[in-house]
């Protein structure tokens, strides 16, 4: 039995549905709104590649350490962007959050807010997770905003850890979120989706 099962997640007008290849339109598609795949410091892929995303994110799956989903309206169906458990120890009880991106028009809305607290919610109350993780490029200033925003402690930062897509090589900053400082976390995440849009 893998750790992370398929299942979709819903709340407020947005489901997580496992990433399939049927999923590939509207990826491109909301890559598209933004031109994302030009931001150098993110994960997103051009047009032309998104289909090899896609089978790449499956055999990540099958092999047990991703599994992705595909953001999506709930009423409508449209994909809005894509996000992800990764780096799955089970033996420890440990994801990370992460290869999250989401169409310019969605993005500072209540998307990123609800897929983190859907995540969350299934990673310490269904998985049992003791740590939650993410890491980011150390240029990705909004990424680290967003991570900081959620209450994640920030774990220090890997030098000469990756490739980018430019051939540079990226430091990665890390986060994680007890399992203590989950109820926490859950009610400002939850307060946040109550204020007014």
Not at 8 to 34: K, Y
Not at 70 to 89: F, M, P, Q, R
Not at 136 to 163: P, Y
Request: aromatic share 8%.
């Amino acid at each position: 039995m893998p750790f992370v099962e398929p299942v979709t997640l819903t709340e407020r007008g947005i489901a997580l549905v496992p990433l399939a290849l049927d999923h590939e339109a509207g990826l491109r598609a909301a890559a598209a709104d933004g031109e994302l795949w030009n931001i150098r410091v993110t994960s997103v892929p051009e047009p032309e590649h998104t289909r090899k995303y896609i089978e790449d994110a499956l055999v990540m799956r099958e092999a047990g350490n991703r599994f992705a989903f595909a953001v999506t309206e709930t009423n409508t169906g449209k994909v809005l962007g894509c996000t992800s458990y990764h780096d799955i120890v089970p033996a420890v009880k440990r994801v990370e959050i992460g290869w999250t991106w989401y169409a310019k028009s969605v993005q500072r809305s209540h998307v990123n807010t609800t897929c983190k607290l859907l995540l969350l919610t299934h990673a310490f109350e269904t998985l049992g997770c003791h740590v939650v993780g993410w890491r980011t490029d150390n240029f990705n200033f909004a990424s680290q905003a967003a991570i900081e925003r959620l209450g994640a402690k920030k774990d220090g930062v890997i030098r000469g850890h990756a490739l980018r897509r430019d051939g540079t090589i990226r430091d990665t900053v890390m986060y994680s979120l007890a399992q203590g400082e989950w109820p926490e976390v859950k009610a400002q995440l939850l307060y946040l989706l109550a204020k007014p849009r």
